[in-house]
């Protein structure tokens, strides 16, 4: 018989004993695996494709997970009383909350920093639910629309004023993209800093709407940027069909001076210190004023 070897034994358990644990801790790895792929990768939740005014075809798999970061950071202020990732990946989420979440990945991928897209975000909220929108009278200011329009845009502008010349005409043409739901208001506002050209362009502009033809001036003007002289202005107002003698008539009216001086008081009462200012619906517009996030507010307010 062969003798009773326990350090043979020994050794070999502590031989197997750590085979066992290996193979064991592979089989849990392995199962581990299997449940997180059960799950959906960090941000698949979001409904990426339903986003509205978003270039999807750039949107990266690193600019979705920062994104998600992004959305997590900020709570939605309609629709959903959370943040909004948490809104945007629950059941149903809500076309405000998609737009929320739209503008967040815009802003993202225009290459801002963590702490300017949230900045971005909370002029975003303040724009959508002031503590109380304006009233502005638009009874003398000429009116793309109707009057009954879900969503009614009024800007404050000047004739000489750079940014204006760029902003006017993007929200002539997306009120016109949406008819009859969206009308864009026009209320001049010479800004002190422009000059005495500022008054004369604003008195030009309220003279060529009493003889209706004010966004063919409006158009004229701001393509004509640079060339804003009286006999320059007047050519322009001839273009557009106005004669020569009554638009000149018009414009140097007494009246018409008083129509200028109270769309320009309104907007101070409002406080307005510069140009454009723009309303949705009576509510401050804050944020870029590029084309897309301008109609991406329009769009807004027509889900409201």
């Known amino acids: 018989m062969v003798p009773f070897d326990r350090s043979r034994q ?3 358990a502590a031989t197997v004993a750590p085979t066992a644990a290996t193979a064991l801790a592979a089989a849990m790895a392995v199962a581990a695996a299997m449940v997180l792929a059960s799950f959906p990768v ?4 979001v409904p990426w494709d339903r986003l509205p005014n978003l270039n999807q075809a750039a949107l990266s798999e690193s600019a979705k997970e920062r994104s ?33 979440a739209g503008f967040v990945v815009r802003q993202a991928m225009r290459g801002k920093s963590d702490e300017d897209v949230i900045k971005a975000f909370g002029q975003r909220a303040v724009s959508a639910r002031p503590f109380k929108p304006a009233s502005i009278d638009t009874v003398d200011a000429p009116c793309t629309g109707r009057s009954d329009a879900k969503v009614r845009i009024v800007a404050f502008a000047d ?15 997306l009120a016109g993209r949406y008819g009859d739901r969206v009308s864009y208001c026009f209320k001049v506002f010479p800004v002190k800093g422009h000059g005495e050209a500022a008054v004369r362009t604003s008195k030009a502009a309220v ?4 003889l209706g033809r004010f966004w063919e001036l409006h158009d004229l003007m701001y393509s004509n940027f640079e060339a804003h002289s009286d ?22 009216a007494a009246s018409t001076k008083d129509l200028v001086a109270g769309s320009k008081r309104d907007g101070l009462k409002l406080g307005v210190k510069s140009t454009p200012a723009i309303y949705f ?10 084309e897309a996030e301008l109609q991406d507010r329009i769009e807004e307010e027509l889900e409201w």
């Open 10 to 12: 020994t050794a070999v």
């Open 42 to 45: 960090r941000g698949q939740d």
């Open 68 to 100: 998600v970061a992004l959305m997590k950071s900020v709570n939605s202020y309609a629709a959903c009383s959370d943040t909004v990732f948490t809104c945007v990946t629950g059941a149903d989420p809500s076309p405000l909350v998609l737009r929320m």
């Open 159 to 173: 004739f000489e004023c750079p940014y204006c010349r760029l902003i006017s005409p993007i929200l002539k043409k």
């Open 207 to 210: 003279a060529a709407h009493a």
């Open 231 to 252: 006999a320059e202005v007047a050519g322009y107002a001839k273009s557009a069909g106005m004669d020569a003698a009554k638009f000149s008539e018009v414009r140097d």
């Open 281 to 290: 619906n009576g509510k401050l517009y804050q944020g870029d004023k590029t």
